[in-house]
């Protein structure tokens, strides 16, 4: 095929040229960051929380005021939730994953340093709580009897309680020991008393999004027993199947207690529900990225259908001499679908420019991760051959010209 007769073509027409490619390029930079967005709200979406999470369910709470015996209150709670058929196990904590808020603190590996060597977030629970939650211990042991200290104890002016004992997610102890076994090793969080790391679970996801990704994982669990007051977060585990059924029977056991107590019905549910509604965002987000990307690519083939039958009606009288002089129907197809993708390789050149452009914005203004470079030839395809399937419509009209059309007067 012949290029000068087409970029002499093309230099005649230099403002719809300069149109298609500016379009080709604008939607290429913009699908490839959209593409690389939309997969990175799904892998967001679809980490790990190192939770049992399709057995769980959660009641939440709040106190009218100061209650004496808050803690055993709850513990009377905790007896008569576990006796309840389906209950496998139950516990009160501080937090949950996926309800946003968040408890944090520092953690250093010696005493009174000025900085800390991360932030985690920390969970508290009783005897129960590991079990409750279903969490992989990969390494140590979980929290012995007399490890379990009551918060409201340790909450106490000059207080002599300390915390013992601690165990991190894998992600804190590969953070705070690399290449090293966590377990045995002593940290530094409330206090000047060291807390010895007894065990390491393979997930533990933070409530929420503190950190961005990076700290997803940065969590920690405290042997601290607590009471309804501090979170008002019971977490039960249950048969899977029952989990509606246990929840409505849970929050009729909790109202039996006493009227000092107020449910909060929109906090109490499962937590694959929570985990819907903490991602509902992002979902949309991604489900409006595709709806651009699709509307990008919609617009780009009707602009390259629009341009190449404009191209065929202008050069009909040209055509039938080509086609008079002996040029086949397959080389008139050719040419036309060899213009276009000339027209689309520069529009995909200055396209992979700007996306990189926009991914360095995204970057240093949302903390995003580079776009993987990946992205830029499979964007690069995807508008090669939407190219070529658009003209394929004008391109074959063309090829249909019959080679009378040239005795014809213009």
Not at 63 to 85: C, F, H, V, Y
Not at 107 to 123: H, R
Not at 323 to 352: D, K, P, S
Request: aromatic letters at 8%; a positive charge.
């Amino acid at each position: 095929m012949e290029f000068r007769p087409i970029l002499t073509t093309l230099r005649r027409h230099k403002t719809a040229a300069a149109l298609i490619v500016f379009e080709i390029a604008l939607s290429c930079a913009i699908i490839c960051n959209a593409v690389f967005l939309i997969g990175n709200r799904i892998e967001m979406m679809n980490r790990p929380s190192g939770l049992a999470e399709n057995e769980l369910v959660r009641v939440q709470l709040t106190g009218i005021n100061n209650n004496d015996d808050a803690m055993a209150i709850t513990q009377t709670d905790l007896a008569a939730l576990r006796a309840l058929p389906g209950v496998k196990a139950a516990a009160t904590t501080n937090q949950v994953t996926f309800g946003s808020s968040s408890w944090n603190s520092g953690i250093s590996l010696k005493s009174g340093q000025s900085f800390p060597n991360l932030s985690a977030t920390t969970y508290f629970g009783g005897e129960q709580l590991l079990e409750t939650m279903g969490v992989n211990v990969i390494a140590g042991r979980g929290f012995r009897a007399d490890e379990f200290v009551n918060f409201d104890d340790f909450q106490k002016p000059d207080s002599k309680a300390a915390i013992p004992a601690v165990i991190v997610s894998k992600v804190v102890a590969d953070k705070l020991f690399p290449g090293e076994n966590a377990v045995g090793k002593s940290i530094y969080s409330w206090g000047d008393e060291p807390m010895r790391i007894v065990g390491v679970v393979e997930h533990l996801a933070r409530p929420n999004n503190r950190g961005g990704a990076a700290e997803y994982e940065y969590s920690v669990i405290f042997p601290l027993r607590v009471s309804y007051e501090t979170g008002g977060n019971y977490l039960l585990r249950v048969d899977p199947d029952r989990r509606e059924e246990i929840l409505k029977a849970a929050v009729a056991t909790l109202e039996k207690s006493g009227p000092t107590r107020i449910m909060l019905s929109d906090q109490t549910k499962t937590l694959e529900q929570m985990r819907n509604e903490f991602y509902q965002q992002d979902r949309s987000m991604a489900w409006l990225l595709v709806a651009v990307c699709v509307a990008l690519l919609v617009v780009t083939a009707l602009g390259i259908v629009g341009l190449a039958s404009f191209w065929v009606a202008q050069r009909t009288k040209q055509i039938g001499v080509r086609r008079a002089l002996g040029a086949t129907r397959g080389q008139v197809l050719r040419y036309f679908q060899t213009e276009n993708f000339l027209l689309a390789t520069l529009g995909i050149v200055i396209g992979m420019v700007l996306a990189y452009g926009i991914n360095q914005v995204l970057m240093s203004h949302y903390e995003l991760p580079r776009l993987p470079a990946l992205y830029l030839p499979l964007g690069a395809i995807a508008l090669w051959a939407l190219g070529q399937l658009s003209v394929l419509g004008p391109a074959r009209r063309a090829a249909a010209v019959p080679p009378a059309v040239a005795t014809r007067s213009i």
